[in-house]
């Protein structure tokens, strides 16, 4: 119980005189103090509390099927108290527990010494079916929640390691680099497959909260894949022009190799050495050196049909 504030008032000389006195002339040791009520009380030490006489301990015969059961209970104790008391020697949890005192259930919230229980008195004690029901339906939701939980932590770790291997493909593809199509596709459906396990999964509150937490993320990561696939199947420029390059510099290499395949020819046969430095362009075909057919001079000229260009 809480303790009332309470204020020592200066009483009129005369009280103060009747009570120092006692009213016979002898001195009293006892202080006074004034309620908020208006009440004159003897002032209480801190410690008046604290030496009050415990309740007294009483001894019941609780009886259960055949067997009757003494406990040793205080006597300020209430039912409910009794009742957890009961559950080691009759083996029944205390919420499938019913006490009869005077062929009338008692609530176990009620105390005993306020429902007339003294020592050596009788109590029934039967068993509740329907709180053990209640109690046991209970249980089982716990325990499936539990697991439910259970459950989306197991998936939540294996998102976050596919999550590792989506940033790597993003890292990559946003670089101009490329992927694996097939290595894409694998980790749809792996992701497709947690999010199949989450669908499964029955819950109400924090757990129906974490489930849709977890679809949201998953069902992220599969439209970042769709994009990245997208992307990754696109030629790049880059590409592109190395493949023109390669085609440019094979073509020239075609165009100059039978120019000096005759060339060589040529100055074998003549036994004269013709050097000569070409410029090679893209739109116009090599020009050829056609020997003279004239036989009276040693040295033989070559000669070029030019084309002027404007």
Request: proline share 5%; glycine share 8%.
């Amino acid at each position: 119980m809480m303790a009332m504030k309470t204020k020592e008032t200066t009483l009129p000389a005369e009280i103060h005189g009747r009570l120092a006195s006692g009213g016979g002339g002898e001195p009293a040791a006892r202080e006074w103090e004034l309620r908020p009520g208006g009440m004159l009380v003897q002032k209480r030490s801190p410690d008046s509390d604290r030496i009050s006489i415990p309740p007294p301990t009483i001894s019941v015969r609780v009886k259960y099927g055949s067997i009757y059961h003494e406990i040793h209970i205080n006597s300020h104790a209430t039912f409910g108290e009794l009742k957890k008391m009961l559950t080691v020697p009759t083996g029944l949890h205390h919420q499938d527990q019913k006490l009869l005192y005077k062929e009338k259930e008692r609530d176990s919230k009620a105390f005993l010494d306020m429902a007339g229980v003294k020592d050596k008195s009788k109590i029934v004690l039967i068993e509740d079916p329907i709180s053990q029901e209640k109690r046991l339906l209970e249980m089982r939701k716990n325990a499936k929640m539990e697991k439910a939980s259970k459950s989306i932590s197991e998936i939540s770790l294996e998102v976050d390691s596919l999550a590792g291997r989506v940033s790597a493909f993003e890292s990559i593809i946003s670089k101009g680099g490329r992927v694996g199509e097939k290595d894409v596709v694998i980790l749809i459906e792996l992701l497709m497959n947690q999010l199949l396990k989450l669908d499964g999964i029955m819950g109400d509150g924090d757990v129906k909260l974490q489930r849709k937490m977890q679809v949201k993320r998953v069902q992220k990561y599969v439209e970042t894949l769709d994009m990245l696939k997208i992307k990754n199947s696109m030629p790049s420029n880059n590409g592109a022009q190395t493949k023109m390059q390669t085609q440019h510099r094979h073509t020239n290499g075609q165009n100059l190799a039978p120019i000096q395949e005759q060339q060589s020819k040529h100055s074998g046969s003549e036994g004269v050495v013709v050097t000569t430095d070409w410029e090679t362009f893209d739109s116009s075909r090599a020009l050829l050196p056609i020997p003279s057919t004239s036989k009276g001079n040693n040295s033989v000229q070559p000669k070029f049909p030019w084309e002027f260009f404007d």
